[in-house]
């Protein structure tokens, strides 16, 4: 991820989220546990970020470790390991020396469920990376906890080339139901997420689920974290922006960086939530849409756009 999307921000600059150490605890209770804990806790088939190195080569990363890696728990999650260069991360833009410059790192995909796969389970699951063959010398490790499935191929709601919007609440909350089916549809728990399983911010219409002080729509850039048995936060506030189309311009600091290769083919998707005690009456009862990025917002009723479904489990 190339750590500048917008929203609150909270990392080095062009380099997305600081490792602190290499052990990763798997305790995800309270804010203060994204200290002692790893990026990613969120993942989708297709995503990737780039682990920078020091005391040791990329190649010899990939040498100890081999090009696949299965987690410890067993799984259908893997991860794809390849020798790469930070080349998204290039800009002419703010930032000192070496901000805005493609380094060696090793690139990590995730490899996962799809909405076309047979399998579609999924538990959490711990990943570890070696500096060597014996792995008595842990580079890396994180924990999967939550696993989302995107959809490319069904728009969720009336929106197409030839025909008209959503005009009426009634209208949205049916479509916003036939995506709560979809996910049901796709077996091992998967459910349509929580305004909270995509974003960690507080949109302004009743929505009380992101972290302390939070206001506005748009995502803080940190690691999902529990609390009172919710997860505060989700994917967007980890990955960033992960639609994949030609918004990206490599030569510019464009609105979103994109990960190729991912089903994440939308700037919307549909939440699982309403809204309730909005100060604007009139809003009262709407869905929220997940837009891509991290914001969140109300169903408008003359939205031209079409609207997606992504799931969670667990």
Same mark, same amino acid.
């Given at each position: 991820?190339?750590?500048?999307?917008?929203? %609150?921000?909270?990392?080095?600059?062009?380099? @997305?989220?600081?490792?602190?150490?290499? *052990? /990763?605890?798997?305790?995800?209770?309270?804010? *203060?546990?994204?200290?002692? /804990? /790893?990026?990613?806790?969120?993942?989708?088939? @297709?995503?990737?970020?780039?682990?920078?190195?020091?005391?040791? $080569?990329?190649?010899?990363?990939?040498?100890?470790?081999?090009?696949?890696?299965? #987690?410890?728990?067993?799984?259908?999650?893997?991860?794809?390991?390849?020798?790469?260069?930070?080349?998204?991360?290039?800009?002419?833009?703010?930032?000192?020396?070496?901000?805005?410059?493609? +380094?060696?790192?090793?690139?990590? *995909?995730l490899i996962g469920p799809r909405f076309n796969s047979t399998d579609k389970s999924f538990r959490p699951m711990t990943f570890?990376?070696?500096?060597?063959?014996?792995?008595?010398?842990?580079?890396?490790?994180?924990?999967?906890?939550?696993?989302?499935?995107?959809?490319?191929?069904?728009? !969720?709601?009336? +929106? =197409? +080339?030839?025909?008209?919007?959503?005009? #009426?609440?009634?209208?949205?909350?049916?479509? &916003?139901?036939?995506?709560?089916?979809?996910?049901?549809?796709?077996?091992?728990?998967?459910?349509?997420? %929580?305004?909270?399983?995509?974003?960690?911010?507080?949109?302004?219409?009743?929505?009380?689920?992101?972290?302390?002080?939070?206001?506005?729509?748009?995502?803080?850039?940190?690691?999902?974290?529990?609390?009172?048995?919710?997860?505060?936060?989700?994917?967007a506030n980890e990955w960033g922006c992960m639609a994949e189309d030609d918004l990206y311009d490599p030569g510019h600091n464009?609105?979103?960086?994109?990960?190729?290769?991912?089903?994440?083919?939308?700037?919307?998707?549909? $939440? =699982?939530?309403?809204?309730? &005690?909005?100060?604007?009456?009139?809003?009262?009862?709407?869905? !929220?849409?997940?837009?891509?990025?991290?914001?969140?917002?109300?169903?408008d009723m003359i939205l031209g756009d079409g609207i997606f479904a992504a799931c969670v489990t667990p």
């Amino acid at each position: 991820d190339d750590g500048s999307d917008y929203g %609150d921000y909270r990392g080095y600059p062009s380099k @997305g989220i600081k490792v602190l150490r290499a *052990t /990763n605890s798997g305790n995800y209770q309270g804010e *203060t546990s994204i200290t002692k /804990n /790893n990026f990613p806790t969120t993942g989708s088939h @297709g995503l990737y970020f780039y682990l920078l190195l020091g005391g040791i $080569t990329p190649e010899a990363v990939l040498a100890a470790n081999g090009r696949t890696i299965k #987690s410890v728990e067993g799984g259908n999650v893997s991860l794809s390991l390849s020798v790469s260069k930070t080349t998204e991360w290039e800009h002419g833009g703010h930032g000192p020396y070496p901000y805005g410059l493609a +380094e060696p790192a090793i690139k990590i *995909t995730l490899i996962g469920p799809r909405f076309n796969s047979t399998d579609k389970s999924f538990r959490p699951m711990t990943f570890r990376l070696y500096a060597d063959s014996n792995k008595s010398t842990l580079i890396y490790e994180f924990k999967l906890m939550r696993w989302f499935i995107a959809n490319p191929e069904i728009i !969720f709601n009336n +929106e =197409n +080339e030839n025909s008209r919007p959503i005009s #009426s609440n009634d209208e949205a909350l049916n479509y &916003q139901a036939k995506a709560r089916d979809y996910c049901k549809s796709l077996g091992s728990g998967y459910r349509l997420p %929580d305004v909270n399983d995509f974003s960690n911010t507080n949109p302004d219409y009743g929505w009380i689920g992101g972290y302390v002080n939070s206001y506005g729509s748009y995502a803080r850039r940190q690691l999902s974290y529990q609390k009172n048995g919710k997860w505060i936060g989700g994917i967007a506030n980890e990955w960033g922006c992960m639609a994949e189309d030609d918004l990206y311009d490599p030569g510019h600091n464009m609105l979103c960086q994109t990960y190729t290769g991912t089903d994440w083919q939308s700037y919307q998707y549909w $939440t =699982n939530n309403v809204t309730s &005690q909005s100060e604007q009456f009139k809003n009262n009862g709407k869905p !929220f849409i997940y837009v891509n990025g991290g914001y969140i917002d109300t169903i408008d009723m003359i939205l031209g756009d079409g609207i997606f479904a992504a799931c969670v489990t667990p």
